[in-house]
């Protein structure tokens, strides 16, 4: 159960209802997911938020899908139920096969496992891996 209430359409102030009619078309949809609909209670932050993330997310040195791989992978470092679902689903929508989506899982795993031995035995770093 989230802390905060989802605002519908009718309940937003203009400036959140203008980030919206963003994300509508940006998308391409009538969808605007739950977080948005959340951060609409601060529409400052709702802006700020909506902006970074257009740009980051938009075109760049990384292709849109290997962005939303990442995303997962950070999501789930992070716990973050909510963003795994909604980043998988992203990346499944960019092209993520289900073979390629059970190989991040592994990869996101084994991350977790050697970060963890690593962590708990304080490995040095080498040399030859310093900037």
Request: glycine share 6%.
């Amino acid at each position: 159960m989230g802390t905060v209430p989802l605002l519908r359409d009718e309940d937003l102030s203009p400036e959140a209802a203008e980030v919206f009619a963003e994300i509508r078309a940006l998308r391409g949809t009538d969808y605007v997911n739950n977080f948005w609909r959340a951060m609409a209670h601060d529409p400052a932050r709702l802006r700020e938020i909506w902006d970074r993330l257009k740009v980051l997310m938009g075109p760049g040195e990384l292709d849109p899908l290997t962005k939303e791989m990442i995303y997962v992978a950070v999501s789930v470092a992070n716990s973050c139920t909510y963003c795994i679902h909604s980043h998988t689903a992203q990346a499944k929508a960019k092209g993520m096969t289900d073979a390629m989506h059970m190989e991040l899982l592994a990869v996101i795993g084994t991350a977790m496992q050697t970060n963890g031995l690593v962590t708990a035995m304080q490995v040095e770093v080498d040399e030859v891996f310093k900037a």
